[in-house]
């Protein structure tokens, strides 16, 4: 499976309301994770990027209400995918897929996103 990091960078920076960068904003840490996540895949440190995959699921999971529809659906769709490549091509420990796999999975289940569109 093809995951190009750099189209994901470029979706994510053109639909990230700015206001998100800002320390104090409610979705500052979402961001945090995001970006995390991305620098770890560019770096080939796939169980970190994993466990920053887990987090920002985690905190969609309590705060998904509070984003921008455009947003929500390119990081959720961004993670969908990132999920997708760590998984296929096996490059996180099989420890971290025994212990969060299935709850990632399910996690970004409940989102209901269209990959289509």
């Not at 769709?77 to 990632?104: A, C, G, M, T, W």
Request: hydrophobic letters at 40%; glycine letters at 2%.
């Amino acid at each position: 499976m093809e995951f190009d990091i750099e189209i994901w960078i470029d979706k994510l920076n053109s639909n990230v309301p700015q206001k998100y960068y800002r320390r104090n904003h409610a979705q500052c840490t979402f961001v945090t994770y995001i970006n995390h996540s991305i620098i770890l895949v560019k770096g080939k440190h796939y169980n970190g990027s994993f466990m920053f995959l887990k987090r920002a699921c985690e905190y969609l999971e309590n705060h998904k209400d509070i984003f921008d529809d455009s947003y929500f659906v390119i990081s959720t769709k961004y993670l969908i995918n990132l999920f997708s490549y760590l998984v296929n091509n096996h490059l996180v420990s099989d420890d971290l897929l025994f212990r969060y796999k299935e709850k990632i999975a399910h996690s970004l289940n409940s989102f209901n996103i269209d990959l289509d569109t």
